[in-house]
């Protein structure tokens, strides 16, 4: 009995072995077959394969449906479906649902083969590159191209989604893709490119120098403001917004808001505009008409001295020069000596040209002017002798003395006519 029963074990092992090696010799990996249903459990169906006489089971997970049946597919036994061959070992593996999937990746795949970009997920890297998957499909980016620059660090693009574009397909047992992303930002790149170089050319066709100009001051530098004038990039240098000069650009202008602007300077060949927004406010000189007049006192700031005089700042971009005879009553040699710069100070103005931009103020003005005082006699021997005049004499007693040598004479004016005749005879 044991030998009979040995023998049958025998047989038996070597009709599977048998029935296995002409199942593996008749299908080939992701061929599709015809089957039919003999049977339908819970857990899926038992199929017939064509040349085999053995029942083969078909996972309800490998169904194309969205809930499996039982009762359902036990109406269909007899009926015939098409399974795609997954896999041959361990054992023969069976689909149905991987027949319609495999079919939407081929339309997918024949459109990537006609250049059309096609997106995975990266799912890791290598010192080559990127790696990922599409259907049934392996896709290797290389480093080169991921990206026009040079990318230092692949691991930071694991998890982020590609956008890819096929540089090489292979269909054989390996079914790989190899594409680039590269190619796609390129052309992306240059196509911005080219519409910038358009929109900057009509731009500039449409402007001259002098123009008045709308535009929306996007961003502030210590430099000047970076100013939208239809949609190109305009710098309005700091110099450029007060007439008065200032230390920051939200002092004059508000980021994101509009304001209007002259154009001072056009360089096509860099893409550059300079823009002023000074240029279309009042200067100081040009309101100092209505504010100002010869004998108004001011209240200003002594900014800066000159031998001659002392430039006092009435308000930012006035300036008055007092010169150096209108500082004191008192005579001065400089101005240093009675004034420095950061002094404040009243002055009257005395002239006034706001043609000319000038005007000229007075300090003393503003002061009370000193008393003077009489000279004081001075007595014998002390500066200059006092002259005293001598009572008038007749003729008579006219008298004149001098001194020669150590001896003094006197004589009358007679003696002195007399001796006159005598010479002239």
């Not at 961003?219 to 450029?240: N, P």
Request: proline residues 3%; glycine residues 8%.
């Amino acid at each position: 009995m044991e030998e009979k029963s040995t023998a049958e074990n025998a047989t038996n092992s070597m009709a599977d072995v048998v029935a296995k090696i002409d199942s593996e010799s008749k299908f080939k990996r992701g061929q599709i077959v015809t089957a039919t249903i003999s049977e339908a459990t819970e857990d899926g169906l038992q199929i017939l394969l064509p040349f085999s006489k053995k029942e083969i089971p078909l996972s309800k997970t490998e169904l194309d449906c969205e809930v499996y049946n039982p009762e359902e597919y036990a109406s269909k036994i007899g009926d015939t479906i098409e399974l795609l061959v997954v896999d041959l070992k361990p054992s023969l593996k069976l689909s149905q649902k991987l027949i319609k999937q495999r079919a939407v990746e081929e339309a997918q795949i024949a459109e990537i083969e006609q250049g059309k970009e096609f997106q995975i997920e990266c799912t890791g890297s290598n010192k080559g590159g990127l790696t990922g998957q599409i259907g049934s499909y392996s896709v290797f980016v290389p480093a080169k191209e991921i990206r026009p620059s040079f990318v230092q660090d692949l691991s930071k693009y694991v998890g982020k989604t590609l956008r890819l574009r096929l540089i090489e397909i292979k269909k054989d047992r390996k079914k790989e893709i190899i594409a680039s992303q590269r190619v796609i930002l390129q052309e992306e790149r240059e196509a911005k490119a080219a519409e910038r170089d358009a929109r900057d050319a009509e731009f500039f066709d449409s402007i001259s120098e002098g123009d008045i100009v709308e535009g929306k001051v996007e961003r502030a530098t210590a430099f000047g403001a970076f100013v939208s004038v239809g949609g190109f990039d305009c710098l309005a240098h700091i110099s450029d917004l007060s007439w008065t000069g200032t230390k920051a650009v939200t002092d004059v202008l508000e980021i994101g808001k509009s304001y209007h602007f002259k154009i001072l300077k056009i360089d096509r060949a860099n893409k550059k505009v300079s823009i002023g927004y000074k240029q279309l406010q009042p200067q100081p000189w040009d309101l100092a008409a209505d504010k100002y007049h010869v004998g108004e006192v001011i209240h200003g700031k002594v900014v800066r001295i000159v031998p001659f005089g002392a430039f006092v700042e009435v308000e930012k971009g006035i300036d008055g020069l007092v010169h150096v005879s209108q500082i004191s009553y008192e005579r001065i040699e400089t101005p240093a000596t009675c004034l420095n710069v950061g002094d404040e100070v009243e002055a009257k103005i005395v002239a006034f040209d706001p043609e000319a931009k000038k005007m000229n103020l007075s300090i003393k003005a503003c002061l009370a002017e000193p008393e003077r005082k009489p000279r004081e006699e001075k007595g014998e021997g002390e500066g200059e002798r006092k002259r005293t005049r001598a009572p008038r004499k007749s003729d008579d007693e006219e008298l004149s003395s001098w001194s020669e040598g150590s001896v003094s004479v006197g004589t009358s004016l007679g003696d002195l006519l007399a001796n006159a005749e005598k010479k002239n005879k």
